[in-house]
Nanobody, 126 residues
Framework: QVQLVESGGGLVQAGGSLRLSCTAS????????MGWFRQPPGKEREFVAA????????KYADTVKERFAISRDNAKNTMYLQMNSLKPEDTAVYHC???????????????????WGQGTQVTVSS
């Protein structure tokens, strides 16, 4: 069974930075597409960023483009989300998702992901 564990969340002031990590317990991490989604208080889960299994294809939500950067280290079974210039509206529980992919592509729809982590809270104060 695949397990995903997020870490790195916390409380930060507006304009600050955080780096989230998602570590997967899976033997074939190199063939798994990954993504970050977030759920703000009282709202539905929304797409943040996604990365293909090779790391060569990345996609971002317009709201985080130019501020967030997704990356992965297949040797460490870990995906990252570097978040800079944080805003209060970035406050949410951040979840990582994973799906075994035949093609090297990034997935932007939550429905396409099979495995999910429990999430890590990110709070940005104004």
């Amino acid at each position: 069974q695949v397990q995903l564990v997020e870490s790195g969340g916390g409380l930060v002031q507006a304009g600050g930075s955080l780096r989230l990590s998602c570590t997967a317990s899976i033997g074939t991490f190199g063939s798994v597409a990954m993504g970050w989604f977030r759920q703000p208080p009282g709202k539905e889960r929304e797409f943040v960023a996604a990365i293909s299994w090779s790391g060569g294809i990345k996609k971002y939500a317009d709201t985080v483009k130019e501020r967030f950067a997704i990356s992965r280290d297949n040797a460490k079974n870990t995906m990252y989300l570097q978040m800079n210039s944080l805003k209060p509206e970035d406050t949410a529980v951040y979840h990582c998702g994973a799906v075994t992919a035949v093609w090297d592509r990034a997935y932007v729809s939550a429905d396409e992901y099979r495995y999910w982590g429990q999430g890590t809270q990110v709070t940005v104060s104004s």
